[in-house]
């Protein structure tokens, strides 16, 4: 694996007719950078560039890859194209936007909608830190993943799994939208098929069934990770991660602590979504839908997912003195 990590494209720096302005993030699997097309217009590029098997010397615009990590390298390249091309396919407000992606290079370049907001792990963050009994209400919990599932629905209609579902890749946009970011599937593949590479899972919010290499994977795979961020969206922490669970599994003690705080039916939710038998847990979106949504569970407002949220953070503030400074310059950002 590499020591040092690649070096991301300096400003200025053209690929594909878009300028980039600059780094946005860095992961093991690549980098994001912000960026503008020829008519201004901001942009998000995400380029294909695994740490783990590729370097590049600052000021350079090739990736450099060892001789024995080419096959691997050009195999994750495909999928990170195809998944390019599969996301590009789907037009669903809860699903990030592919607008192009293309081979320069020697590497692909994914072109996505520039999103504003922050992710729902910047707000289970500042939540957990102002809680009171709860970090979100419940009817803020069902209509975030209310949200979140139909656009899951759509992703397994056309056949995808997004495989890295969790807090980090939810984002809340500052017009008042829930998107999936982030998806993992090109990911999958270096992990299955690469011996010397470190799986790249989340711990919490991977199924058990993602540690072992020779299983099948579903939407249920995906239906373990919307458990899990339910859960910390209850708890504000992650639970804990699918082999802890294995060897001694706390979930019911710790949602059991829960109860008269959330509706035993969300509890439950929870617990059939994160069954580390995958074929106990919900099949098919759908059936969690159903369940998610069920009649007597649900408040029904005419607030969107981010106006809630924002809407619980001001009355937060309002009954916590001592932390008022930090949520208005939380709420300031967000608005």
């Not at 200025?12 to 007719?17: A, E, R, S």
């Not at 037009?91 to 936007?97: M, N, P």
């Not at 949200?147 to 995808?160: A, D, S, Y």
């Not at 599937?185 to 540690?211: C, D, H, Q, W």
């Amino acid at each position: 694996m590499s020591k040092v990590k690649p070096a991301p494209l300096p400003p200025d720096t053209v690929i594909g007719g878009y300028r980039v302005v600059r780094k946005l993030s860095a992961g093991g699997f690549g980098v994001v950078y912000l960026a503008v097309d020829n008519e201004g217009q901001q942009v998000a590029i995400k380029e294909y560039l695994p740490s783990s098997l590729a370097s590049r010397p600052p000021g350079e615009l090739l990736p450099q890859v060892q001789p024995e990590k080419l096959s691997l390298y050009r195999l994750g390249l495909k999928s990170f194209f195809e998944e390019g091309r599969s996301l590009a396919q789907i037009s669903h407000a809860s699903v990030v936007s592919v607008l192009n992606f293309f081979r320069e290079n020697e590497t692909v370049y994914m072109v996505m909608n520039y999103l504003e907001g922050g992710t729902l792990q910047d707000f289970i963050i500042t939540a957990r830190e102002l809680k009171k009994q709860k970090v979100f209400r419940e009817s803020t919990i069902r209509s975030l993943f209310d949200e979140i599932l139909r656009g899951l629905r759509i992703v397994h209609q056309h056949k995808m799994l997004h495989l890295d579902i969790k807090p980090a890749n939810i984002f809340i946009t500052d017009d008042n939208k829930a998107v999936m970011i982030d998806f993992g599937a090109a990911r999958e593949v270096l992990s299955k098929e690469g011996n010397f590479i470190r799986p790249m899972y989340t711990p919490g919010f991977a199924a058990p069934e993602m540690y072992r290499r020779d299983s099948s994977m579903g939407p249920w795979t995906d239906i373990y990770a919307i458990g899990a961020c339910i859960y910390a969206t209850m708890q504000g922490y992650p639970p804990n991660d699918a082999p802890q669970r294995l060897e001694k599994d706390r979930l019911s003690l710790a949602l059991s602590r829960l109860r008269g705080v959330y509706s035993d039916n969300l509890i439950e939710v929870v617990e059939w979504c994160m069954s580390l038998d995958p074929l106990s847990r919900p099949q098919s979106v759908f059936a969690l839908q159903k369940e998610l949504s069920r009649e007597g569970e649900r408040r029904y407002t005419k607030l969107t997912v981010g106006e809630k949220m924002r809407l619980q953070f001001d009355n937060m503030v309002s009954d916590t003195k001592k932390s008022a400074r930090k949520a208005t310059g939380f709420a300031t950002r967000f608005k």
